[in-house]
């Protein structure tokens, strides 16, 4: 059984920088697609970043040009680097992946949570004024 485990997450000031990584263990082969997603209180979540397997790299609106998502040097890992961090990007940070393929709209920040099945438990970010 495959199993994600984040970590990095914490407190900063706005304008700051985090870099949240992902390991996923059990898995048997790299896989298609791992993504980021969050999840503020009280609202729905939503796609972050998503990076396929032959590198394609797709990123939320609100994110494009602050985050950066990268593979790991170990097989299946996934970071996010995440700089001039707003208020408004606190919340729960989850890491998802899929080993098993899909459609060339599969692996986007907009349609990855409808098609990724494997999920960590989340790493809050908290960024403070």
């Known amino acids: 059984q495959v199993q994600l485990l984040e970590s990095g997450g914490g407190s900063v000031q706005v304008g700051g920088s985090l870099r949240l990584s992902c390991a996923a263990s059990?898995?048997?082969?790299?896989?298609?697609?791992m993504g980021w997603f969050r999840q503020a209180p009280g609202m729905e979540r939503e796609g972050v970043a998503t990076?396929?397997?032959?590198?394609?790299?797709t990123y939320a609106p609100s994110v494009k040009g602050r985050f950066t998502i990268s593979s790991g040097r170990a097989k299946n890992a996934l970071t996010l680097q995440m700089n001039s961090l707003k208020s408004e990007d606190t919340a729960m940070y989850y890491c998802?992946?899929?080993?098993?393929?899909?459609?060339?709209?599969?692996?986007?920040?907009?349609?990855?949570?409808?098609?990724?099945?494997?999920w960590g438990q989340g790493t809050l970010v908290t960024v403070s004024s």
């Open positions: 998802a992946a899929d080993w098993e393929g899909g459609g060339p709209e599969d692996c986007t920040y907009s349609e990855a949570g409808n098609f990724l099945d494997a």
């Open positions: 059990g898995a048997p082969y790299s896989s298609y697609c």
């Open positions: 990076i396929r397997s032959d590198g394609l790299t």
